[in-house]
């Protein structure tokens, strides 16, 4: 993985002086705190509801074990002992005290960790998928090209005051594990007739109060031309882009207000006005990056011992079989840790087992781990000979739940509790839809299956997403839940459809139960999943599911 060098660590540097001095102008009085807001939200520093809100930058999702204990480090000294892991590949601490900030921040720089531009107007943390380096199924590793825009993007003095935020992801894989196409813009490494590697570039993008998905910009874009491109699109962003309304000021909005043909016909003006500087830029810098990447040294061990453990112990081999996806050495494999026991609280993690993590990391992963969208922790590199052993491990912990991509591994924001954009609690809903989920029994035999409940309009979990995806909101001083279905958000990504009223808090759960025993009826087998099943069937089965007593000719007792 990518080693921070001296420029990096001068920048940091720079950055945590330049705060220290802000947070001091801040708490003197010399700042208000409306002076304050825009500073602060650079480093990534929100006010929320009940404390300030640090979120910390995983770029491109890729942790050391050294940085993971860092994290915990920060939980345990300026937090309450844990936090919150994002569908961006992010961390948030949720009761961080202003005062503190600038130690944190130097703690941070001191493991090459930082908080720049996870918020504001700007260019956020680039994503990519969980599985790079890894994944039996990419064309190459995406991360390098991440760490390149990474490096281009930061402070980048035309893109720190973007009409509203800006979203890049990349991928290598058919199966879009970083949900490309829901980013302002999507890179995806694809190969051409001649065997050649480029990348197509979508553009459009994003969640929120208006979701859409991207739309092809460049079916094949070389390698050498990526970052005129991307300055070709951001500079007609920023000059097109409203500023009047932030609700209409993404780039999602400009391309489907002029039309992609337009505006592709802009950027490619633009494009061609800078190719000749640009061509090749970054390239030299690439190359030297992409050595960090290098796959781990190959070891040979016996697996006898797995074999054996699969074949005579059940809890294991359902683990193995849920929680691992297939590595690109075929005795090797990519193991999913969930975060989401039962109950649990979504995406959260403790200070002792952030740790336990690392530890299980330098053991069996040489020292790599990943955070995905789906707020969950990827060892990326495990031999298989050693699954037994980290499965024991796990287990002792707590963190050996065998329902990676089930219908209990619920993707949920953070909600009411803590933020202060929420109309509606996520995390008490995931909760008890888990719960639920647990006492049925029926999860295994349901299958892959995903829920996501975002807490308001702005779409942190990605609902729109989920084959049931949950909105909540607030409807005349009372919580209610909107639900979507079909959405898929692996190639080809699907939005949900809304399927009808919403429900109060106290029938959401009995709802998505109706919908899972439903699903199970309906399907044609256990191959069929639940957005494959609607989309053969349409929204009427399911919605008769979700308002029986409608199709009963009563009147149901839901908000319009």
Known sequence: MYQPDSFDHAFLAHRCAQFRSQVAQRLSGALTEEEFRPLRLMNGLYLQLHAYMLRVAIPYGTLSARQMRALADLAERWDRGYGHFTTRQNIQFNWIALSQTPDIMDHLAQAGLHAVQTSGNTIRNVTTDPFAGAAADEIEDPRPIAELIRQWSTDHPEFQFLPRKFKIAV?????????????????????????????EVSVGGGLGRTPMLGQVLVPFAAKADLIAWLEAVLHVYNLLGRRDNKYKARLKIAVREMGI?????????????????????????????????????????????????????????????????????????IVIIPLKSPGAVPGDASAGQMRLMADLAERHSHGELRVTQSQNIVLPHVHRADLPALHAALARAGLAAANAGLASDIIACPGLDYCALATARSIPVAQDIARRVEALKIEHEIGPLSIKISGCINACAHHHLGEIGILGLDRAGAENYQIT????????????????????????????????LGYLALRTDAEESFAACYRRLGPAPFRSLLYPDAERGKHPRHAA
């Open 261 to 333: 043909d337009d505006f592709r016909a802009r950027v490619k003006e633009r494009f061609q006005q800078i190719r000749a500087a640009y061509h090749g830029a970054g390239l030299g810098l690439l190359a030297r990056i992409e050595h960090f990447f290098t796959p781990p040294p190959r070891t040979e061990k016996p697996l006898g011992a797995c074999e054996a453990a699969l074949a005579s112990d059940p809890r294991f081999a359902r683990w193995a079989r849920n929680n691992t996806a297939p590595h690109k050495r075929a005795d090797h494999a």
């Open 171 to 199: 991928s290598a894989s058919p199966a879009d594990r970083a949900i490309t196409r829901a980013h302002d813009i999507g890179l995806r490494l694809v190969r051409n007739d001649a065997d050649e590697t480029g990348i």
């Open 485 to 516: 279905l079909g959405g898929q958000a692996e190639a080809p990504a699907r939005l949900g459809e809304r399927a009808g009223p919403g429900f109060p808090a106290d029938e959401i759960t009995d709802a998505v139960e109706r919908l899972l």
